[in-house]
């Protein structure tokens, strides 16, 4: 594939493409003198309310439509501006669906990724090109040239690291309204720190750290600008940086709507598969 395609979320160079990652992707520091310790009775019973909290936000959530979302990718080399439009969808019986357009000049779309029933499409409408493959964290790494899981993309969205259930092996700092978690990375040897600002008893996650065991800085995503949406408090701005990759990616949330009502159609793969669509596989 040898075209430039318009990007969704992060930038990726390869050495013969550009690529698109999956919107929201893809967090801070223990501050004011707070000791960290593993968690005792007490800190869990601290904490288990900001937890208990979050995964109702997350529940109260069956559908996000965002019809207007501003993205600047930046890395070492380049400084682009990309507009794009998002839908969620959970399903009971099947699971998470995402569908992400990056828009051209007139909102058509260029580049468009879909993600459910454990498949991942890329399309790319000006080539008629399109990626299907199994939704699998190996074929992200593929793709993507970059360590992701697919439960990054849903606690990306809903700012909740705690989405993978990982919340047993923690330890908590904290200082007044501020409480930081610590926890093992995902990987081997990697250390997350997440940050929770707690306001009139609502808990918001403002940073999401990920070092390696060297301490060197992974992944760090902060969440800000907090507004009411639907009866759920939702970040409006969000930034990304990737220090090893010399990436940073800004999103910038324009009237995000929850629980409206989506039609499974949007999930569907059949109408970019046609007989015109040259189908790629990923390079091994």
Not at 46 to 64: G, H
């Amino acid at each position: 594939m040898n075209h430039t395609a318009s990007r969704i979320g992060f930038h990726v160079s390869r050495s013969k493409n550009c690529v698109v990652l999956l919107a929201f992707l893809i967090s801070t520091l223990v501050g004011c003198g707070s000791k960290t310790v593993k968690l005792s009775p007490a800190d869990r019973e601290l904490l288990n309310p900001i937890l208990t909290r979050l995964q109702l936000n997350y529940d109260l959530t069956s559908t996000v439509r965002i019809l207007q979302m501003v993205v600047t990718i930046e890395d070492k080399d380049n400084k682009e501006e990309v507009r794009e439009s998002l839908w969620y969808k959970r399903s009971l019986k099947d699971g998470d669906f995402l569908h992400i357009q990056a828009l051209g000049p007139l909102n058509e779309p260029r580049v468009i990724a879909i993600a459910g029933r454990d498949r991942l499409l890329l399309y790319f409408a000006n080539e008629q090109e399109a990626i299907f493959e199994p939704l699998e964290d190996g074929v992200l790494r593929e793709v993507f040239g970059m360590d992701l899981r697919i439960s990054d993309v849903r606690s990306a969205i809903f700012a909740n690291p705690f989405l993978d259930g990982r919340t047993n092996d923690l330890e908590l700092a904290s200082s007044g309204t501020k409480f930081v978690v610590k926890r093992p990375g995902a990987e081997t040897g990697h250390l997350e720190e997440i940050t929770v600002m707690v306001l009139d008893g609502e808990p918001f996650v403002s940073h999401w750290q990920i070092q390696d065991r060297n301490g060197s800085l992974i992944q760090s995503v902060e969440f800000s600008d907090y507004r009411d949406v639907g009866g759920v408090p939702r970040p409006h701005r969000v930034e990304i940086e990737r220090p090893l990759e010399h990436t940073r990616v800004e999103l910038k949330i324009i009237k995000p709507e929850i629980n409206v009502e989506i039609n499974d159609s949007k999930f569907d793969f059949k109408p970019f598969l046609t007989e015109s669509t040259t189908i790629r596989t990923i390079a091994k």
